[in-house]
């Protein structure tokens, strides 16, 4: 059983930084795409960013509005995504979730619908 477990949100001034951790468990960690989203109330998920663990981690993707200031790393030892936040702005506050879906599943790395597996999600909140 797939098991995704996110930690490390809380609130932040602007400028501030945070780091989110998520730890997996139940399945092959190194044979998959990983992700963070997130959801502010009354928007749509969006991709944040997302690694190819099963490429070594060479491989990252960042939605525009956080490239330059968030950075997605992995420890395979230890099954564990990361998302170091710098520079965070008012609207980074929204909830964050880590997702995975197989290597070889289909879809973009910034399309929810294109990953199986889900955190329950951890609080960011920004304040100017």
């Known amino acids: 059983q797939v098991q995704l477990v996110e930690s490390g949100g809380g609130s932040a001034q602007a400028g501030g930084s945070l780091r989110l951790s998520c730890v997996a468990s139940?399945?092959?960690?190194?044979?998959?795409?990983m992700g963070w989203f997130r959801q502010a109330p009354g928007k749509e998920r969006e991709g944040v960013a997302a690694v190819d663990v099963y490429t070594g981690g060479d491989i990252t993707y960042y939605a525009d509005s956080v490239k330059g200031r968030f950075t997605i790393s992995q420890d395979n030892a230890k099954n564990t995504l990361y998302l170091q936040m710098n520079s965070l702005k008012p609207e980074d506050t929204a909830m964050y979730y880590c997702?995975?879906?197989?290597?070889w599943g289909g879809g973009s790395w910034y399309q929810p619908s294109s990953f199986n597996y889900w955190g329950q999600g951890t609080q960011v909140t920004v304040s100017s």
């Open positions: 997702a995975a879906r197989e290597a």
């Open positions: 139940g399945y092959t960690y190194s044979s998959y795409l």
